[in-house]
């Protein structure tokens, strides 16, 4: 409902994305991401555009969810804070407020239970992620202006040109003729969510992983879908262009590395070193991502 298109061609470029299938096929904190983000969004809109309040529940379920699993998740909040204020009978739904404020601090309990415990080490985090400016945010807006553009480019070319430059900066282009479109308010939508999306992203000093765009995933296809609802003469192209860029850098044209045979490996290896004897494991890497040391 929040596009009228047909939506089976987006589906299969959704499904075939080599970064999407990236970040769905582990288990991982901000691999639950997107589908979180969208369903958060979606309680919102239906909020927003047709005064269903009961959605505020589910949003608020979602959006505890989505801060669990990695807290670039703060950046909806401009979004959901600015809809709802627009939202019609906003005073009169007190008690979908309550009851959802409630069932996001109940999820999230757990989280500050954990914190209390461990001497506020989430907390303290945060603290220091947007007080040690110098390594990490700039809280001014205007800065993240000249990083626009680039991420712009590199979220299309991570979810719909699979690291191909090219079409990503096509792209990139292609939403400046969305003026024309005539789903304005639904488009509105979107465009809000997204350029949030980006503003944080911009303040953002350190290297963007594309696990960071999770909360955008969903987002980038609707565009792309608002796009080809313009382009009708030109979508069929458009769309067997990146099926076919997406199909080339597919995983499935690469071997499997073998995880569970690979795990065995290590288990067995453990096992010998440590003559089965109790054990610990520690991890000695220059960075967050153990992945990239060998």
């Given at each position: 409902?929040l596009?009228?298109?047909?939506?089976?061609?987006?589906?299969?470029?959704?499904?075939?994305?080599?970064?999407?299938?990236?970040y769905?096929?582990?288990s991982?904190?901000?691999?639950?991401?997107?589908?979180?983000?969208?369903?958060?969004?979606?309680?919102?809109?239906?909020v927003?555009?047709?005064?269903y309040?009961?959605?505020?529940?589910?949003?608020?379920?979602?959006?505890?969810?989505?801060?669990?699993?990695?807290?670039l998740?703060?950046?909806?909040?401009?979004?959901?804070?600015?809809?709802?204020?627009?939202?019609?009978?906003?005073?009169?739904?007190?008690?979908?407020?309550?009851?959802?404020?409630?069932?996001?601090?109940?999820?999230?309990?757990?989280?500050?239970?954990?914190?209390?415990?461990?001497?506020?080490q989430?907390?303290?985090?945060?603290?220091?992620?947007?007080?040690?400016?110098?390594?990490?945010?700039?809280?001014?807006?205007?800065?993240?202006?000249?990083?626009?553009?680039?991420?712009?480019?590199?979220?299309?070319?991570?979810?719909?040109?699979a690291?191909?430059?090219?079409?990503?900066?096509?792209?990139?282009?292609?939403?400046?003729?969305?003026?024309?479109?005539?789903?304005?308010?639904?488009?509105?939508?979107?465009?809000?969510?997204?350029?949030?999306?980006?503003?944080?992203?911009?303040?953002?000093?350190?290297?963007?992983?594309?696990?960071?765009?999770?909360?955008?995933?969903?987002a980038?296809?609707?565009?792309?879908?608002?796009?080809?609802?313009?382009?009708?003469?030109?979508?069929?192209?458009?769309?067997?262009?990146?099926?076919?860029?997406?199909?080339?850098?597919?995983?499935?044209?690469y071997?499997?590395?073998?995880?569970?045979?690979?795990?065995?490996?290590?288990?067995?290896f453990?096992?010998?070193?440590?003559?089965?004897s109790?054990?610990?494991?520690?991890?000695?890497?220059?960075?967050?991502?153990?992945?990239?040391?060998?």
């Amino acid at each position: 409902r929040l596009m009228a298109m047909d939506q089976s061609e987006l589906d299969a470029l959704y499904a075939i994305s080599p970064t999407v299938i990236t970040y769905s096929r582990s288990s991982w904190n901000p691999n639950i991401m997107p589908f979180f983000a969208l369903i958060i969004v979606y309680g919102v809109w239906n909020v927003w555009r047709y005064g269903y309040w009961r959605w505020l529940l589910i949003s608020a379920v979602s959006f505890a969810f989505v801060l669990n699993s990695h807290y670039l998740g703060l950046l909806l909040v401009p979004s959901i804070v600015l809809f709802f204020f627009l939202s019609p009978n906003k005073l009169s739904n007190k008690k979908y407020w309550i009851l959802g404020f409630g069932i996001w601090a109940l999820l999230m309990a757990p989280l500050l239970i954990f914190d209390f415990r461990h001497n506020w080490q989430n907390f303290n985090a945060i603290k220091t992620f947007f007080t040690d400016r110098q390594t990490t945010v700039n809280l001014k807006a205007y800065k993240a202006l000249p990083n626009l553009w680039p991420i712009w480019v590199d979220i299309n070319s991570s979810l719909l040109a699979a690291k191909n430059k090219t079409a990503a900066i096509i792209l990139a282009l292609l939403p400046l003729i969305l003026f024309k479109s005539r789903s304005k308010k639904d488009l509105a939508f979107v465009l809000i969510w997204v350029g949030f999306g980006l503003l944080g992203l911009g303040l953002y000093k350190q290297h963007i992983y594309d696990h960071y765009y999770g909360f955008l995933f969903p987002a980038i296809f609707l565009l792309l879908g608002f796009v080809i609802q313009l382009l009708k003469f030109v979508s069929v192209p458009l769309l067997l262009l990146l099926l076919t860029i997406n199909l080339l850098n597919s995983h499935l044209r690469y071997p499997p590395n073998n995880q569970l045979a690979h795990t065995r490996q290590i288990a067995d290896f453990i096992m010998r070193q440590s003559s089965n004897s109790p054990f610990n494991l520690a991890l000695i890497s220059k960075n967050n991502y153990d992945a990239e040391e060998d």
